[in-house]
């Protein structure tokens, strides 16, 4: 079955640092979806990308889907406080359910 | 309305129990999901309504049963629970199946004792 791996497992970083995490697809997918999980909290959907090689922009937050739509990648550029938590990167692949990367915990230290 | 509600919030029941979880969501959605969270784990999917008919059960236990009553309402009964299941259980809904960002509820934190 698809499998979507999501490396690193977790990162702790002083605030004002960047921070990305990269997301890695077993098949092509047909669209890649990004949710941010605080702790004790539920996920919530941050951003769909869907095209070959698209990058879109959040704040501080970029988003990239591969050339060969079968990777990705969340960069936090200066990062603080309130970007703790668990990022997950979450693929669809042709007709098939979501299926969740293992996550990217993040730890910002001020 | 962009929320989805999950009743109870936590909840601690016996193996011998049956207990319902509920959930609700107002934003016309018509697929609803079940998913299992361990701690420092990823959503798991148990269900997938779709139009309110259950399209993918995720070769769940049988002491899982999910039901929809209509459109808005996606409900978890369960039943001779083991102790493993304790879990954060969310609800979730998208706009149709495949392809839309889900929608989650704040979930339901299950200790089976």
């Known amino acids: 079955g698809q499998q979507v791996m999501q490396i690193p497992q977790y990162q702790h970083v002083q605030e004002g640092e960047d921070f990305t995490t990269y997301c890695n697809s077993s098949?092509?997918?047909?669209?890649i979806q990004w949710y941010k999980q605080r702790p004790g909290g539920h996920p919530v959907f941050l951003i769909q990308l869907v095209k070959s090689g698209e990058v879109k922009k959040q704040k501080r937050l970029t988003f990239q889907f591969g050339e060969a739509k079968k990777n990705s990648s969340l960069h936090i550029t200066a990062t603080q406080t309130t970007d703790v938590g668990t990022y997950f990167c979450a693929g669809n692949s042709g007709y098939s359910t979501l299926t969740f990367g293992k996550g990217t915990m993040l730890l910002v230290s001020p | 309305d962009t929320e989805v509600t999950q009743t109870p919030k936590h909840l601690v029941m016996g193996m011998t129990n049956k207990k319902s979880l509920k959930c609700e969501q107002h934003?016309?959605?018509?697929?609803m999901y079940w998913y299992k969270q361990k701690a420092k784990k990823p959503p798991e999917l148990m269900f997938v309504?779709?139009?309110?008919?259950?399209?993918i059960n995720e070769s769940v236990p049988s002491r899982f049963s999910p039901e929809c009553p209509n459109s808005s309402l996606l409900n978890l009964h369960l039943h001779a629970l083991q102790p493993e299941d304790s879990a954060l259980y969310l609800c979730?809904?998208?706009?149709?199946?495949?392809?839309?960002?889900?929608?989650f509820g704040p979930g339901t934190r299950l200790t089976v004792l």
């Open positions: 309504y779709s139009y309110e008919k259950l399209s």
């Open positions: 934003m016309g959605h018509r697929a």
């Open positions: 098949t092509t997918l047909s669209n």
């Open positions: 979730a809904s998208s706009q149709a199946p495949l392809n839309y960002e889900q929608f």
